[in-house]
């Protein structure tokens, strides 16, 4: 039943800035750790960051650590991609999605989460 709704996605230019957010509904989400992925054309599916349930742990993949950052308001069932110093390889459609992970953990590969939203489309341009 879980659903993930991403916002946010949009044109920016290299350098600037983008916020993704992505609320949830149908699910315990304080119980449930958030990845958000991305996917270019041509390209596998990848990892950007994700985060534990309880915010204690995160992590990002090599090409966005120091430039994206992801959070979390539990209250409001809601996550959040910061991105940063975007550059034209950022390009592609970002997912957040849910695993059922209690705790300080985090990671899995995308094929583990249990529920995953539709997907906005970052395009970095001149």
């Known amino acids: 039943e879980g659903r993930l709704v991403e916002s946010g996605g949009g044109l920016a230019r290299p350098g600037r800035s983008l916020r993704l957010s992505c609320v949830a509904s149908?699910?315990?989400?304080?119980?449930?750790?958030i990845g958000w992925f991305r996917q270019a054309p041509g390209k596998e599916r990848e990892r950007v960051a994700c985060i534990s349930s309880n915010s204690v742990n995160t992590d990002y993949a090599v090409s966005v650590k120091g430039r994206f950052a992801i959070s979390r308001d539990n209250a409001k069932t809601t996550a959040y991609l910061q991105m940063g110093s975007l550059k034209p390889e950022d390009t592609a459609v970002y997912y957040c999605a849910a695993l059922w992970m209690p705790g300080n953990t985090c990671g899995a590969q995308a094929h583990q989460y249990d529920w995953w939203g539709r997907g906005t489309q970052v395009t970095v341009a001149p």
């Open positions: 149908g699910l315990t989400f304080d119980d449930y750790a």
